[in-house]
C-alpha cells in the first residue's frame, strides 16, 4: 500500500496533458495539433508547459519556424503511448462501458464555430467520450467504409461509396471571401466574384472533394470572366499570408475565418452566390447500421432545428 499511496499524493501528468503531448509529438505543429484535438493553441500551449513543470524537463525545442521533440521529448512518447493504451484498454474490459460511438470530423470545417452542430455534438459527448480523428472527409469515408468509424460529418456527399454509405443532410455552412483589404471590393459587405475576378483564386485539386469542386466549378462556367487559379498551398496560414500581400482571394468556409492578419480581410459573398457557393454538411454511416447508438446519433445530428 506504501506504494499506491506515493502515486496518489504524488504530482503526476494528467490523461489530458499526455493526450496533448502525443498530439504535438504526432504532428510537430502545434495548430494542427490543437485542430486535431478541437481546442484552440494557447489551452494546448499551457497543457504541455504544465506537463513541462510537472515532470521537470523540457520536451520539445522550439524555433520561429520549427518543432522538434528533445531526447526527454521522445523518450516520453514511448511511455505515453503505452499509458494510454493501458487506459484504453482498461476502459475497453471494463464489464461496465457502454458501447461507445467513434465519429469522424472533416478537417476542412471548425465545428467548434458551428453552432448547431456543435451544440448537437456535445449532446452525444464528443468532447470527452466519442472518438472524433481528425481528416478530409475522404479519409474519414474510407474508414468509415473499413468499419474503424461509425459516423463521419462531411463536408458535400462523397464518392465511390454509394453502395455502402447512406447520408443525412445536416446543415449548411456559408463561404467567405478570403481577400486583401486593400482592394476596393473591401469596401462593400458583400462581394461577388466578378468584383475580385482581376485576382487569381486559390484553388485545390479535383481529388481532395469531387462534390465540392464540381458545385463550385458548375458556377464558375456561368461567370462573365473566367476566373484565374493559382495553385492552393497545402498550408492555409501560408495561403492567406499571400491574400494579405495582394496576391490572390480564397473561398473559405465561415467556420475557418479565424485567422486575422494586417492586409487580409473577410467578406460574405452576395446572397445569390452565397445560394449556389456553400458547402452542405451530411452525416453518413454505414448503409443500413441500425444500431441504437448509431441511430440515436443521427436523430440527434439531423434535427430539423438545424435547418437553414
Known amino acids: 500500500m506504501a506504494t499506491a499511496g506515493h502515486l496518489i499524493n504524488n504530482n503526476l501528468p494528467s490523461v489530458k496533458q499526455l493526450q496533448c503531448f502525443l498530439a504535438v509529438a504526432h504532428e510537430l505543429n502545434f495548430r494542427r495539433a490543437a485542430e486535431r484535438l478541437r481546442m484552440t493553441q494557447p489551452p494546448l500551449t499551457r497543457q504541455i508547459k504544465r506537463l513541462e513543470a510537472v515532470l521537470d524537463r523540457q520536451l520539445f525545442s522550439r524555433s520561429t519556424h520549427d518543432v522538434s521533440l528533445t531526447e526527454a521529448g521522445r523518450a516520453l512518447v514511448i511511455k505515453a503511448e503505452r499509458i494510454l493504451q493501458e487506459l484504453n484498454e482498461l476502459k475497453t474490459h471494463s464489464p461496465s462501458s457502454k458501447e461507445s460511438l467513434r465519429i469522424g470530423l472533416t478537417r476542412t470545417l471548425n465545428f467548434e464555430l458551428i453552432d448547431p452542430v456543435s451544440k448537437q455534438l456535445i449532446k452525444l459527448h464528443a468532447k470527452d467520450d466519442v472518438e472524433t480523428p481528425n481528416l478530409t472527409s475522404a479519409q474519414l469515408l474510407q474508414c468509415l467504409s473499413k468499419n474503424t468509424l461509425d459516423l463521419v460529418l462531411t463536408g458535400e456527399k462523397g464518392i465511390g461509396h454509394e453502395d455502402t454509405v447512406q447520408y443525412l443532410w445536416v446543415c449548411r455552412e456559408p ?22 475576378s482581376d485576382l487569381p483564386l486559390f484553388w485545390f485539386a479535383r481529388s481532395a472533394n469531387p462534390s465540392f469542386y464540381d458545385k463550385c466549378e458548375s458556377y464558375f462556367d456561368l461567370l462573365k470572366t473566367p476566373l484565374k487559379r493559382v495553385k492552393e498551398p497545402d498550408d492555409s496560414l501560408v495561403m492567406l499570408t499571400h491574400i494579405a ?64
Open 175 to 196: 463561404l467567405l471571401i478570403a481577400m486583401p483589404a486593400m482592394h476596393p471590393a473591401s469596401m462593400k459587405q458583400k462581394v461577388s466574384l466578378e468584383d475580385v
Open 245 to 308: 500581400r495582394g496576391k490572390g482571394f480564397a473561398l473559405m468556409p465561415q467556420s475557418k475565418c479565424t485567422f486575422n492578419q494586417e492586409g487580409l480581410c473577410y467578406r460574405a459573398l452576395t446572397d445569390y452566390e452565397s445560394q449556389k457557393l456553400n458547402i452542405d454538411i451530411y452525416a453518413a454511416t454505414r448503409l443500413n447500421d441500425k444500431r441504437e447508438t448509431v441511430l440515436n446519433a443521427q436523430d440527434i445530428l439531423c434535427d430539423n432545428n438545424l435547418a437553414d
